[in-house]
């Protein structure tokens, strides 16, 4: 479905033209050479219009969530996960950054409709989540608050873990309520002590108050975003694998089960904690790649899921277990 945005006020000249080819070709249903012989230039000049107007924003063009949310795959994985939903795009024959890309467009296209007046959404952080908060339309939801769940940290991506949250209230015009403390710190006694902060404290606690929360899980391999962010130690990662670590959420590591695993690791972070995530109206998942698999069974087993969108190849990797 193609949405043009039609300011046509007398003469067509100028960036006008460019929308009346659109709104003639994509609302009107004239073909190239119509449109070319009605306003009396060239084919290739309509082509040209067309594309500029879908580079500049002039026209986006969506297709119905239905035809992804009930798609055989989307309704096998409710069933055998018991979701709530589940949004699936194709990505057979995409290589990773295409599959990725796509998967992303999808949950951006998604998200809007899984929004109330009211929501306050919390989000997790990491490229996934940025990408994104970077791709959904403007959409104003009324009362939206957006709030950062994990504090910051490094990251290899060019971005900041507050750019997730801050992206994402800007897109849906929503406030935001930021963390101002690292997400881990060098002693857990100090981490106690910041929680006690009464300016931290009042951040912390608005935690207490999400409903929904957007995520994607990281993974325990050793190039993975919580070990580049710096935000874990190799050590730190080979200690939580020891002990049956299959996924990373929030910065925080979950068993297959989706348990998280206590440790010195864990008593050092301020954020939100995982059983704060248990049982949200809503979990919002985002898995774009097979290497996410078995972290994204975790994160379902765990509790922390009731809304899937991922790629044909992944579901079908999920479906298999």
Known sequence: MATVKRRMTGQISGENVVIEVAWMYYHDGLNQKDIADRLGISRATVVNYLQEARETGLIRITLAAPAF??????????????????????D?????????????QAAADWLPALLCPGDRL????????????????????????????????????????????????QRLE???????????????????????EPILKAQ??????????????????????IVSSGLASLEDLRWHVARGATGVL???????????????????????????????EMGILVTPGHDKIEATRAAIRGGYVTHLCTGMTVAEALLAD
């Open 69 to 90: 949310t009930n798609h055989r795959l989307a309704v096998a994985l409710r069933q055998k996960f018991g979701l709530s939903a589940a949004y699936v795009v194709p």
């Open 92 to 104: 057979q024959g995409a290589d990773e950054e295409q599959a990725f890309a796509r998967v992303v």
């Open 122 to 169: 919390g989000v997790a952080w990491g490229r996934t989540v940025y990408e994104i908060a970077e791709t959904v339309e403007p959409h104003r939801i009324d009362d939206m608050t957006v709030l950062q769940l994990v504090g910051s940290m490094a990251t290899p991506y060019g971005f900041t873990a507050e750019a997730c949250s801050t992206r994402l209230a």
């Open 174 to 196: 929503a406030r935001c309520l930021n963390l101002h403390a690292p997400a881990v710190v060098s002693r857990a006694e100090l981490a106690r002590e910041l929680r006690e």
């Open 204 to 225: 912390l606690d608005q935690l207490e108050t999400v409903n929904k929360f957007l995520f994607s899980v990281g993974t325990c391999a050793a190039d993975s975003h």
């Open 250 to 280: 929030c910065g925080r590591f979950i068993t297959a089960a989706g348990a998280p695993i206590p440790g010195a690791m864990e008593e050092r972070m301020i954020g939100i904690t995982l059983d704060r995530l248990v049982g949200l």
